[in-house]
């Protein structure tokens, strides 16, 4: 069976003569007109795009009119006579997420009706089966305003930039090809979009301040002393080097924890003779050599009130 004016579809006002506009034709699922006719179905987008084919196997080498209020049927008549002047001609169809869609070339006259908003609507004609309420494929549409299903229009009185236009420059924005529909658009902005939320990653940040805050401790370490678990480890670490002796390790924690400045100090200073102070020594059995004191051996010994003999290793 065939039926018309069964969806109302919101037309954008156009501007210029042959301007070109995507309008949905039909949605996915069940619609009804407010006269009772119905329900149809689009059940989802498979079905869309077999109604597409249906559709062109329909109509061959020919574009789809869209006429004015449905005179393809209601005045022009085989044997009688009567006009039905195209408003524009459907030149490519899609099936897509929410409907399929057609791609509409308006006439001249069309064109100005729409911006002058003398026409609002679109509504098609399809056939459809009688038993499963199902859409088998599109014949025509036609510029309405007495719609069968009222939804909200859509009017623009500012229209410089087409839909076809616009699609045109979010496909170059994201790199798709030159034959990507709105679905693919959307699921590159949705791809984008989750990208964006997902390449921040708490564990691998921390706040401005706590980054400030480190920093600024780091940085007055020379000038402050440790924590007493900063300082142990320092110290153990002279000590382990040789820069240190065992005995003085809780007097370099304390120090180390007053003033680090301090007792790096002391370290440089000292850790060279402490090294060689502490620096085990081993002679041969039948080495029966002389020992010969170094000068900071003499040193200590003269310090300490020992013989430098006394000194041997």
Request: charged letters at 20%.
């Amino acid at each position: 069976m065939t039926d018309t004016a069964t969806r109302v579809i919101g037309i954008m006002s156009a501007t210029s003569a042959g301007e070109e506009h995507w309008v949905q034709l039909a949605p996915l699922g069940q619609f009804q007109g407010k006269d009772g006719r119905g329900p149809y179905a689009i059940k989802d987008r498979k079905a869309a795009e077999a109604v597409i084919n249906a559709t062109l196997r329909h109509h061959g080498e020919a574009d789809i009119v869209i006429d004015y209020d449905h005179q393809s049927d209601f005045g022009a008549r085989p044997g009688v006579g009567g006009t039905a002047p195209a408003a524009g001609w459907i030149t490519e169809l899609e099936a897509r997420h929410d409907g399929l869609w057609g791609r509409v070339e308006w006439t001249d006259a069309a064109s100005s009706k729409l911006r002058t908003r003398e026409y609002r609507y679109l509504s098609p004609v399809f056939t459809f089966d009688q038993a499963t309420g199902a859409i088998a494929k599109v014949l025509r549409a036609g510029l309405t305003n007495n719609p069968n299903l009222h939804l909200k229009a859509v009017a623009s009185t500012d229209m410089s930039k087409t839909n076809t236009d616009t699609l045109v420059e979010l496909r170059s924005i994201l790199g798709l090809t030159d034959v990507a529909g709105m679905d693919a658009v959307v699921e590159a902005v949705r791809a984008l979009a989750a990208k964006a939320v997902n390449a921040y990653d708490p564990a691998k940040h921390v706040p401005i301040e706590a980054l400030e805050r480190v920093t600024a401790q780091l940085n007055g370490v020379n000038n402050a002393g440790l924590s007493a678990e900063a300082a142990e480890i320092a110290v153990n670490s002279a000590v382990s080097g040789g820069k240190l002796p065992p005995a003085l390790r809780d007097w370099g924690i304390a120090l180390c924890q007053s003033d680090k400045s301090a007792f790096d100090g002391f370290v440089t200073r000292t850790g060279g003779a402490m090294a060689h102070l502490f620096e085990t020594r081993h002679r041969a059995a039948s080495d029966t050599s002389i020992h010969t004191a170094t000068g900071v051996e003499a040193e200590v010994a003269s310090q300490l009130g020992l013989a430098v003999e006394n000194m041997k290793a």
